[in-house]
């Protein structure tokens, strides 16, 4: 057997980056699988070794010979589950949002490979819960599919309830005339907007609460939120609580899931199982969680159903704001048919969520895409040619057609005329054979031109599918393509504005992929893999002949593509950690050297010989970390931010002056607040409020407004320092650390080399061992720059609460009582001005300092992470330099140690023991290397160059991946391909089979017969 020491796994797992990532990560997420399969096998090969070693004699003096110590440090570095739990832990959230109707769950499934798995939401928009599905990691067959559903807070519904009791009390005041209109311009509005909001908030909100209590708005009118959170009452059960559901499959799943999902309902018992209500839950649903095995999320890509951000209900707005704040990409979903005319797509990213991605450098062709949902809704081809000009093509449809009818009626002559040839010679059996053979000859001849005209008919039919289906495929290409440039012409436009107001910004426009869909094509065509009972057989779609042409496997080669550099950064690090593992190993269970007998321990020889060449490295390694660190604090982006805010002080002003229209920006900018949305949004603290009045949702946040015009002032050197030039530092110190540590080994081999001569090719072989630790050390360093990056955004989003907390005391004192009665919108509102008047400079510069500090802090932490990565590393080196001394160096006592008898005989009995834990040691460690060599087998497996196959190869998991992965674009030009075979028609004739037997069974009779003729002639 091939040693399996003599090749370093590092430079298999490098020797990767040369192939295209398609290829390249299926082959670092088997690697991964096969590092934790063969470390956790070795764990318990040496635990079980350990435990009997323990049973036997004096476990201390068998120990020291058997290397137990080292043993358990590697088992405790090898813990499975906490490597295994670092990997889950993962999570690359990629937030699919879009309106209801928008065919967003409908997406969600057919990237999932299930396709009734979560159900689709087609009532109200409020019954959408937030969605998140992510791979279930968990073996038990009875776990198949998993969901985890958490159900708001007590106190978040109390608080709603109060609300909506409070709401409706002062309708009815001032229905009956007995309450004070805030502002008294508002009283003789016989359709007060005022009043049309509160109604809009109470209605919204008793449509949540029928469906969980069972009462309409009357009855709730004579009731009180301790009425309906009654101690024993079934929703009260389970408010604050978690519930999880296992399921073997699907079949039983979706059921399960689907109340909790959707305005299903189901029955919930009460506490002790009092009372049992049928009842609608999604009220009361904070979100979920669903786990299931599917490709798109293996390596941690977690799929989230978000809603539009102007859909987004009151109970669910930070738990939404939460999850967009986290997106890594992002797929904006709005239908074909109602983009056109609504741009709805790019209405469903609102100005904060913009100048967020911007700032964390998102809003590119690899931070978010937009998908056309239903390309194939309302498609009239034909419609399309005559807007092209295209007249020809209808017309070749139409003399398709004609020779098709035409084709059809040579059949239908003939038909009538075979079946009466056949008819008298089946029936009369007194005509001569001459007679009957010369009309089979006559229907022989009538048979074979049938089967002309149905050749004909049949080339016809094919020529009409795929130029049917073609027509079909460019007038959803050619809406496609006018809705993109559509949708690119409003981006680039809102790109240009935004590069006007944001000073020093010079970004160029980077378009986002576009995705026309098809999710009612993709289920036809999805090819079945293995014995697959989630891939349905229907009839496919016209115009969609393959799964390319449905868009789902570009969406999805774009989204493996567009989160590799995070899964793959992770994945790495865990692989660099398994070698680590594998390498002490190696090192531990070698029997390749003679050792040599010292009067010296191994830790004596490494501080005699070595110890200075590990406080150098230290020292070189702290010495490169302080010209790193200074080139991390160069990229702070709020060093300067002197001129930003003054900036932020005038536009303050005016933005707190514009508080009181609707659209300040749009095409009425003087159409005023509804008075109730005003002063809602004062209570609200200026924060997110949700606008019903009119039927109309609109989403107000007058911090985020705030906050948004600093951040417009900064992004220009936010995006260029911490995500252009801290990015940059990583080429350079990855090489910096290469040069130290390569440099360092070289002299600690060199110098062993020369200690041992006799052992410098077995040290040779140690070289690649040692230098592999350095990967470890650069990617710590890596994710420590990364994690300042992404820290760091996580404060600039914090900005607009920071902000809102300044605001509170003037919005408190704006919604006061005082000021009600007439001018009572004015003075509120001169309240807030008065503040932004006086007060926005403090305000602005506490909250930005506040900020500042944050990025600071972030930034000083590096230094500190570098230091304890440095004593990370120079502590592993050692303990592989220890492992290979241990290889090298005997430990001999020298004679006259201990004098006494006494002690020589225990000396002995030492002796005696040790020697038996050397054979035990000799053993595991053969065992070991067996096991080792399989461990690096299966890398080098896992790392040869396959070439990619299609999703019905053999091989399932792999071929069903790479048939999606290498589909990255749409197909720009139709063929039918394996479609292109076109059935006959029934009207066939029904006797032909019969007739063809019949003159099958003569053909021989009548050649004998012309033979005879001819004889008779001659």
Known sequence: MQSADTTDPNGKINALNVLPPQVRMPMLEDCLDAGLKYSSRLAELIERAAQELGDDGDIDADSEAFGREKLDQWIKEADEDEIKEEHRQLEILVGVQGKTGAGK???????????????????????????????????????????????RKHLDVKHELNRFFEDVKLRNELLNGRGEFEDDDDKDSPDSSDLGEIIERINATAEKIGPVWGHNLTELEGMSTQDLLKKDDPAVKLLSTTKRINSPDLATFAPAIKPYLDATTTSISGRAGRETRDMAVWPLIDHVKVYVKSDILRGGIVLVDLPGLGEIVESRAAVAKNFYNRLTVTIVVTPSVRAAGEKTAVDLMTENQEINMRMSGKLDDRGYCIVLSKADDGIDWETTARNQHRQNDIKMMAELDEKITEETAAVRNIMPKLQELYGTLQVNKKISKAEQRTLRAELRDMRNKERSHLKVRSDLQRQKKEFHWGQIFAAVQSRSALLK???????????????????????????????????????????RIGNNPYAPQEDPLYGFPDEAYTGIPALKSWLYEATIPPRERHMKALLHRLVGLYNSLRTWSDQECEKIKLHMTPEEVQEKYLNTEFKLLEKKLKAFGVDLSDKVAGCNPLKNTNQALGICVEKCIEQVKNWIYKDPQGANPHAKLAYATFFAIIKAGGGCFLSRAKGQRLIYDWMDGLANTFRNQIVSQWVSLLHKQL????????????????????????????????????????????????????????????????????????????????????????????????????????????FAETKADKTYKDAVMKMKKEVSDEINKFPMRLEAIWITGSRKLREQVDLIMDNIVEYEKEQGDDDSMGGLESEEGEVGSSEESRKQKIVLQESIRAMLYEWFSSWDGCTDDIPMIDADDSDQKQGTRASWLKQSEIPKSFSLGSLGHVENEAEENCDGELIDRYLDGHAEEDKLLVKEEDVDSD
């Open 105 to 151: 769950t409908s997406l969600l499934n057919a990237l999932l490979g299930f396709k009734d798995l979560l159900p689709p939401n087609d009532a109200l928009v409020a019954t959408a819960a937030i969605c998140q599905v992510a791979y279930n990691y968990c073996d038990d067959p009875k776990k198949a599919f998993r969901a985890e559903i958490t159900f």
């Open 485 to 527: 440039k559509d949708i690119n012409n409003y981006l680039k436009g809102k790109h240009a504005v935004f590069m006007k107001n944001c000073p020093g910004v010079h970004a160029p426009y980077c378009p986002p992929k576009i995705f026309p869909i098809s999710v009612r094509a993709y289920w036809p065509l999805r090819k």
């Open 727 to 834: 990015p940059s530092l990583e080429v350079p110190a990855r090489a910096g650390i290469d040069d130290r540590w390569d440099y360092r080994v070289n002299k600690i081999i060199g110098i062993l080399s020369r200690t041992f001569p006799r052992q410098r090719k077995y040290l040779a072989t140690k070289t690649s061992v040692l230098k592999s630790i350095k990967e470890e050390v650069k990617d710590l360093v890596v994710k420590a720059l990364d994690d300042v990056a992404v820290n760091s955004d996580g404060l600039h989003k914090e900005l607009a609460a920071d902000l809102k907390g300044k605001w509170k005391p003037t919005f408190k004192k704006a919604a006061g009582p005082k000021l009600k009665g007439k001018g009572s919108m004015k003075n509120r509102h001169q309240v807030l001005v008065k």
